[in-house]
Nanobody
Framework: QVQLVESGGGLVQAGGSLRLSCAASGRTFSNYAMGWFRQAPGKEREFVARVSWSGDSTVYVDSVKGRFTISREPAKNTVYLQMNSLKPEDTAVYYC???????????????WGQGSQVTVSS
């Protein structure tokens, strides 16, 4: 059974940092692109960042550039999202996802985690 399990969410004050982890099990995702998405209350799920299977290429949504960093650790089948200088508008449920393609659209990802809540207080 394929599973993606996120951890590391929580409550933080504006300007603070959190690191999300996404551990994969059930198969290796070494040749999959990995992405992070987020969904705020009343809004659609949006793309945040993605990393290529090799780890050499990364893409970010404009609103997080310079603040968030996505990385992966193939030996642990794990992908991370380091979030710095957090803002209240970053509050959302964050989801990791895995896909064979290379894009920012949700339908390009085949596997999804259950989500991790990130709340940033002002």
């Amino acid at each position: 059974q394929v599973q993606l399990v996120e951890s590391g969410g929580g409550l933080v004050q504006a300007g603070g940092s959190l690191r999300l982890s996404c551990a994969a099990s059930g198969r290796t995702f070494s040749n999959y692109a990995m992405g992070w998405f987020r969904q705020a209350p009343g809004k659609e799920r949006e793309f945040v960042a993605r990393v290529s299977w090799s780890g050499d290429s990364t893409v970010y949504v404009d609103s997080v550039k310079g603040r968030f960093t996505i990385s992966r650790e193939p030996a642990k089948n794990t992908v991370y999202l380091q979030m710095n200088s957090l803002k209240p508008e970053d509050t959302a449920v964050y989801y990791c996802a895995a896909g064979r393609g290379w894009g920012s659209s949700r339908d390009q990802y085949n596997y999804w985690g259950q989500g991790s809540q990130v709340t940033v207080s002002s």
